[in-house]
């Protein structure tokens, strides 16, 4: 069983930045795909971003092209959302995401990611 953990959520004003970090417990297999989502109140888990760590390529959200940038440290059995240019409507809280099945650039839902962290709050106020 692998735990993610995130950190590094908080509060900032709009405009500001954030860096979201995730721990997995275990190292990651060659078919690992790492994501994260938010979900605000009232509505549905959003994706965000995923990372395959076999090609390094990052897939994103349209609501979050060019502000937020994801990476990995496969070493560190680490993921990062790195948030730029954040908004008010980017207040949610923020989950890591991985799976180990093949495949990465078609995860986009709940259900195509098998391990989850607990959350972090994230707060953009104006």
């Known amino acids: 069983q692998v735990q993610l953990v995130e950190s590094g959520g908080g509060s900032v004003q709009a405009g500001g930045s954030l860096r979201l970090s995730c721990l997995a417990s275990k190292s990651p297999s060659p078919t690992h795909c790492m994501g994260w989502f938010r979900q605000a109140p009232g509505k549905e888990r959003e994706w965000l971003a995923s990372i395959s760590s076999v090609t390094s390529t990052s897939y994103y959200a349209d609501s979050v092209k060019g502000r937020f940038t994801i990476s990995r440290d496969n070493a560190k059995n680490s993921h990062y959302l790195q948030m730029d240019s954040l908004k008010p409507e980017d207040t949610a809280m923020y989950y890591c995401?991985?799976?180990?099945?093949?495949?990465?650039?078609?995860?986009?839902?709940?259900?195509?990611?098998?391990?989850w962290g607990q959350g972090t709050q994230v707060t953009v106020s104006s």
């Open positions: 995401s991985a799976d180990f099945r093949l495949g990465c650039s078609f995860r986009r839902r709940v259900d195509e990611f098998r391990y």
